[in-house]
């Protein structure tokens, strides 16, 4: 049994080796070991004959000195390991170092590149870009001169078909209307014939005059009669109604047209039962006939708002109540419409268009009244016609009461004038 010290080998031909190492204390003691059993082996080899190869082989070796060379080759070996080491620490730091200032150098580099690119760049963009500009501004400008020379020249031919066009059609125009004069010229004294032998027929000129002309001219005949000479702006054929022995003049007002008979609005008529009649201020009292309406009136919507009452007796004539005479022409009045005083004139139909009208009929008339006051249903409208001494002239009656400073619509009595003439004129009566 040897000592710690030392360590047994054995070795056998073309079989494993096998190694016990006892207190080592580097890994290069081992390493050293081996090498020193192979030269061991080596020398040995030599000298032995073939046949000993299958006999184990002992080998003693006294390792204290190899060991002791072994560590210190050990050490130094760590202390190259450690110097290399740090030159290899001191090699990447100055590699990163040169690294850092490579990449520096470079995004610098690049960046000028980039820089003296984007202005070369910018430069050939913007020459480019004139050049492409100089050549639209160019193709352009000749298409424009193109297209206004075309527009002069259409329009120089569209104005020379307009005077061509205007000379024709003032020559047609012309023509035109010195035939049409040369015709009114016969027909106007076609007309005077006719009425120079209408005027000598006093027969013949009655029957061409309405039934409400011809009452008109009763009413100036027996108005100059009873010294009446002059008229006034106050409608002194104005009246009221009652109802059940209450007064309804508040709601419903009327017009006197003749000694039986009083206009108002039918919306008056079918909502209340009418009585009695108010006339002069309400001195003269009539009671109720019969009550016409017109036989197309509607409340939703509102047409043919008119109606007649008729009175129990006739109304007897004085200086300050007489009938209105009704007006019969087609055309509207100018001027001089009144309203209980109160002066009216006619407007266009577009100022009384709202959200509930939309459109006035024939039969309607806007208007507005000067001063503001309130409106009544059926209250009359009059014109003053002092030339022809023929009173007071029934326009047109309102329909709907009203306080409102505002255009309003009121109904065009001469639309009407076949239905009142009917009931009030028949033409057995005249």
Known sequence: MRSASYTIYKLRTAKPIWLKIENCEKKMVFIALIVALLQAASTEGSNQEPS??????????????????????????????????????????????????????????????????????????????????????????????????????????????????????SAEVKATEERWTEKMSILENKFKNLSNQLTKSPDIATLHKRPAELACEKITSKLQSI??????????????FTEGGFKLWELCYFALIDTRFVLTAADCLSSHNVTTLELNLYIVLKKVKAIHIHPEFSINPALNNIGLIEMNSEVEYTFDLYPACMY???????????????????????????????????NQMCVKSLTHNCRQKGEPIFVLNEETFSKHQLVGIIGKRSCIDEPYVITNVFAYLDFIESIVWPKKEN
């Open 52 to 169: 000993l190869d299958d006999v184990p082989l002992s080998i003693y070796v006294d390792a204290s000195k190899e060991i002791d060379y072994f560590i210190s080759l050990a050490k130094s070996i760590d202390e190259k390991q450690r110097i290399l080491e740090e030159a290899l620490a001191r090699l990447s730091a100055e590699v990163k170092a040169t690294e850092e200032r490579w990449n520096e150098s470079v995004s610098a580099e690049v960046k000028a590149t980039e820089e003296r690119w984007n202005e070369r760049m910018s430069a050939v963009v913007k020459a480019t870009e004139e050049r492409w500009n100089e050549r639209l501004s160019a193709e352009v400008k000749e298409t424009q001169w193109l297209i206004e020379s075309k527009i002069f020249r259409m329009s120089v031919a569209v104005k020379a078909t307009e005077e061509r066009w205007n000379k024709r059609l």
């Open 328 to 362: 019969t022409s087609a055309f509207n009045p100018k001027s001089g419409l009144m309203e209980r005083g109160t002066k009216v004139q006619i407007v266009a139909d577009s100022e009384c268009l709202n959200k509930h009208t939309t459109q006035l009929l024939p």
């Open 227 to 240: 010294g009446v000479t002059s008229i006034t702006d106050v409608a002194v054929h104005l009246g009221a």
